[in-house]
């Protein structure tokens, strides 16, 4: 019996939806492939956030979080806790090395 519902096409669905969103996609596609050849076009705009603060929200998040489970003595979510913000910190950081290289095209 095959699956009814298709993760690819859900997924694909989705994309379409965040890119296009009743827009020509045509427009869209020139767009996307035109993308960063011409820093000085119009519609050319830095990202917005800096480095700095997107990892002082990660961190004040995770700290909130780690002095809640601190006061009520819970060891393992402190351990988690800790993992989980090293591990995050990680993937920002990678994602804002990939974003500073787009700006940089």
């Known amino acids: ?3 009814p519902i298709d993760p690819r096409r859900l ?3 989705a994309a379409q939806k965040i890119l296009f969103d009743g827009r020509d996609p045509e427009t869209i596609l020139d767009r996307i492939a035109n993308m960063g050849n011409e820093p000085s076009q119009p519609s050319y705009r830095p990202m917005s956030r800096p480095r700095d603060r997107i990892l002082a929200n990660l961190d004040e998040m995770y700290r909130e979080a780690f002095e809640r489970a601190k006061a009520t003595g819970d060891q393992s979510q402190m351990a988690t806790l800790d993992f989980a913000y090293r591990r995050e910190q990680l993937y920002f ?5 990939v974003r500073d290289a787009m700006e940089r095209r």
């Open 1 to 3: 019996m095959t699956n």
């Open 11 to 13: 997924a694909l669905g």
């Open 93 to 97: 950081e990678i994602l804002l090395d």
